[in-house]
């Protein structure tokens, strides 16, 4: 039998996917940016990664996560970096501009749905937020909620984590801060990041 119809046929998957054959496997995520939105009501932000599942179109939040910063910090973060390859993504966050600047880093996996921090690891198939509180010396401790939102990163995502934490009243008097919307459209989404360049395209809170 020749090989010829088999690398006919690879080819013609490496063009319907572009460079990343993982991408045409089912069940996958495909990760293509990231955003957030500041807060008002403490030292917090909150995040989504996007992209698109299974061959959709509609780009969706994978993950969520509400980052609790330490008690008396500045709210937000200083910059990091979006790493992008294939199916895979990771977030790092840093709070300063100093050399020895904790970091954060939130790394996904399309082709296994699934987000680690540092050794642990989460499935994001049917529950996909997170509440991720940093303790003084910037060390994470990450909670997995029961919940699933796809929605971008904002009023609707906050509220259904505060749904889901009714007595913590740290998280209870977040809010969205909405004056630096960007439009009545997409008013959530203060920070936006592409996954094909390496900074973020809107205002850091």
């Not at 296994?112 to 642990?120: A, H, M, P, Y």
Request: aromatic residues 6%; charged residues 20%.
């Amino acid at each position: 039998m020749s090989a010829r119809p088999v690398v006919l046929a690879a080819a013609i998957a490496s063009v319907s996917c572009g460079l990343c054959l993982e991408s045409c496997r089912g069940d996958t995520a495909i990760p293509n940016g990231s955003g957030g939105a500041a807060l008002t009501g403490g030292p917090a932000l909150l995040y989504s990664m996007y992209g698109t599942e299974s061959g959709r179109s509609e780009r969706v939040a994978l993950f969520n996560a509400l980052i609790l910063q330490p008690e008396g910090s500045p709210s937000g973060h200083s910059g990091g970096s979006y790493d992008w390859d294939c199916v895979r993504a990771t977030e790092t966050f840093v709070w300063s501009q100093t050399a020895d600047s904790p970091t954060l880093k939130l790394a996904y996996d399309g082709a296994k749905r699934r987000l680690t921090v540092g050794e642990q690891e989460w499935t994001t198939s049917s529950a996909n937020t997170f509440v991720i509180t940093l303790d003084k010396q910037w060390q994470p401790t990450v909670r997995a909620l029961p919940i699933l939102v796809k929605t971008p990163a904002g009023t609707e995502t906050l509220r259904r984590i505060q749904e889901a934490l009714p007595g913590e009243e740290r998280v209870k008097r977040l809010r969205v801060e909405l004056a630096s919307a960007l439009s009545p459209q997409n008013n959530e989404m203060q920070l936006t990041r592409s996954a094909t360049v390496n900074r973020w395209c809107g205002p850091c809170s």
